[in-house]
T-cell receptor
Framework: SQQGEEDPQALSIQEGENATMNCSYKTSINNLQWYRQNSGRGLVHLILIRSNEREKHSGRLRVTLDTSKKSSSLLITASRAADTASYFCATVISGNTGKLIFGQGTTLQVKP | GAGVSQSPSNKVTEKGKDVELRCDPI?????LYWYRQSLGQGLEFLIYFQGNSAPDKSGLPSDRFSAERTGGSVSTLTIQRTQQEDSAVYLCASSLAVSFSGANVLTFGAGSRLTVL
């Protein structure tokens, strides 16, 4: 079974709006990562947040992590049509030697 | 190479045939992963290799699936006696290192789309 679950499964917004995606996971983690996938092919790494961090920024991306709730959120500010893609969270379970487990993903559509 | 290379990019085969999918990771990356993604779904972990350690095969769905990594570089995923439910995109990824901190960032290939008729 998958470790992470994202919600919503699908999100449609207008260009310029902010998009928020959430990820929940089941067991203790070492870190949590977010990836983007265009056109159903390879994924691209966006950002990594460690279990001892609460918030991280990268450009228009803001990631939060709440280990007490076993959840993370990805915020994309001032969205662009080019942000249209699927977004996945991925976790490495504490004590594991690096097996990265992905959630089911959120499909984001940004309308121009 | 500059990125993770996978071949073939598309493979159509008949039910019951064997297929081999190849992954050439980034030079120097010690960890290599295989995932499967069915249409519109998330990534299903299959197997990963780390250096000379025994691979983690916990995600392989059946004994028809196997993978090897020769010389710590190129990996081949083999599916024997393919079934229609094996149709999916098979994604390979590599990372520089795997540590107990788990701070391994994956670089993915473009995937191999397998269609079993």
């Amino acid at each position: 079974s998958q470790q992470g679950e994202e919600d919503p499964q699908a999100l449609s917004i207008q260009e310029g709006e902010n998009a928020t995606m959430n990820c929940s996971y089941k067991t203790s983690i070492n870190n949590l990562q977010w990836y983007r996938q265009n056109s159903g092919r390879g994924l691209v790494h966006l950002i990594l947040i460690r279990s001892n961090e609460r918030e991280k920024h990268s450009g228009r991306l803001r990631v939060t992590l709440d280990t007490s709730k076993k959840s993370s959120s990805l915020l994309i500010t001032a969205s662009r049509a080019a942000d249209t893609a699927s977004y996945f969270c991925a976790t490495v379970i504490s004590g594991n030697t690096g097996k990265l487990i992905f959630g089911q993903g959120t499909t984001l559509q940004v309308k121009p | 190479g500059a990125g993770v290379s996978q071949s073939p990019s598309n493979k159509v085969t008949e039910k019951g045939k064997d297929v081999e999918l190849r992954c050439d990771p980034i030079s120097g990356h010690t960890a290599l992963y295989w995932y499967r993604q069915s249409l519109g779904q998330g990534l299903e972990f299959l197997i990963y290799f780390q250096g000379n350690s025994a691979p983690d095969k916990s995600g392989l769905p059946s004994d028809r699936f196997s993978a090897e990594r020769t010389g710590g570089s190129v990996s081949t995923l083999t599916i024997q006696r393919t079934q229609q439910e094996d149709s999916a995109v098979y994604l390979c990824a590599s990372s520089l290192a795997v540590s107990f901190s788990g701070a391994n960032v994956l670089t993915f290939g473009a995937g191999s789309r397998l269609t079993v008729l």
